[in-house]
C-alpha cells in the first residue's frame, strides 16, 4: 500500500512539472516576471504576517471541516471595510444616507456589522483559512481564493504596497498559487478547479507568461472525460469546441498528448 501511495504521489508531481512546461518556443522574455517567480507553491511553507486568534471560532482552525473553514473565511472576508464600533457604523449610516446610498446597501453593512462585532478577535488573514480549506481538498475554496482581489490579497496577508517592487513579486505569487493550486484539485476531480483553469490558460500561463490554449483545451478533455455532471460537460464541450477552430494541428496533437498524461494520472 505504502509503494502504490508513493507511486501516486510521485506520478502526480511529474504531470504537474509536464503541465507547467511551456509547450511555445517563441515566448518572448520578461525578465523581471521572471525573477520575481516563486518557487513550487506548497501551503504548508506559505507565510503570512502574525495575526491575532483568540476568538475560539478560529483558534483551532485545523480541525475544522473544509466547508466550516470556508465559511468562516468568507465571514472575515465580508468583514473587510465594515465599520468597527457602534458610534463608527451610527457615522457612517448618517453619511451613505445623506449622499444617497440605497437602502438595501446599508441595510447589507448594518447587518454584517451584527456578525463582524462578534468576530472582532477573529483570525483576520482569510487567505489563510481559505488555504487551510484548499489542503483538505475544498474546490469551493479554491473558487473563492480565484475571486479574491489582489487588494484583498495584499491587506489580508499584510503586504507591505508602499513598495512597488514588493507589490509587483507578491502579485506574481498570488497568480502562481492560483494555478498550482487549481492544477492539484483539478486533475483530483474539482470541476471548479478545472473550469477556472479552462479559462484562465486562454488568458494567461505563469509558465509562459502568455495565453495558452493548449492547456485550456487539455484540461477541458480531460474534464470531459472524468465528469459525471452532464451539465457541467455540456459547458466544458462548449468552451473546447470554439477553442479548437482556433488551434493548429500541433496544438491538437499536443492538447491531445497532455489530456493523456492527466488521465494517466488518475488511473
Avoid at 449610516?93 to 477573529?122: H, M, Q, W
Avoid at 494567461?204 to 465528469?227: G, H, R, S, W
Amino acid at each position: 500500500m505504502k509503494r502504490i501511495v508513493i507511486f501516486s504521489t510521485i506520478a502526480i508531481s511529474i504531470t504537474l512539472l509536464l503541465i507547467n512546461a511551456p509547450f511555445e518556443t517563441d515566448v518572448s522574455s520578461n525578465a523581471q516576471i521572471e525573477k520575481a517567480q516563486p518557487q513550487a507553491f506548497q501551503p504548508s511553507n506559505f507565510k503570512t504576517s502574525a495575526t491575532r486568534t483568540n476568538n475560539k471560532n478560529t483558534s483551532n482552525t485545523p480541525s475544522l471541516s473544509p466547508q466550516q473553514l470556508l465559511e468562516s473565511a468568507k465571514n472575515v472576508r465580508r468583514c473587510k471595510g465594515v465599520p468597527k464600533t457602534r458610534d463608527e457604523l451610527t457615522v457612517w449610516i448618517d453619511k451613505a444616507t445623506r449622499i444617497g446610498e440605497p437602502y438595501e446597501f446599508i441595510e447589507d453593512v448594518s447587518s454584517r456589522f451584527a456578525l463582524c462585532s462578534e468576530l472582532k478577535n477573529e483570525e483576520h488573514n482569510f487567505i489563510k483559512i481559505l488555504l487551510l480549506a484548499i489542503e483538505k481538498g475544498s474546490d469551493d475554496a479554491l473558487n473563492e481564493l480565484w475571486a479574491v482581489s489582489d487588494i484583498e490579497y495584499f491587506e489580508s496577508t499584510g503586504v507591505d504596497t508602499s513598495s512597488k517592487q514588493v507589490v509587483f513579486e507578491h502579485r506574481v505569487k498570488f497568480i502562481n498559487m492560483k494555478y498550482a493550486l487549481a492544477q492539484k484539485l483539478a486533475v483530483n476531480g474539482g470541476e471548479k478547479s478545472q473550469l477556472r483553469l479552462i479559462k484562465g490558460f486562454q488568458h494567461f500561463d505563469p509558465a509562459t507568461l502568455q495565453p495558452n490554449i493548449v492547456k485550456a483545451v487539455a484540461f477541458a478533455e480531460y474534464a470531459m472525460q472524468t465528469t459525471n455532471n452532464n451539465e457541467f460537460y455540456l459547458k466544458v464541450s462548449f468552451i473546447k469546441n470554439s477553442l479548437l477552430n482556433k488551434m493548429s494541428a500541433l496544438q491538437i496533437e499536443q492538447a491531445e498528448d497532455l489530456t493523456q498524461k492527466l488521465l494517466s494520472v488518475r488511473r
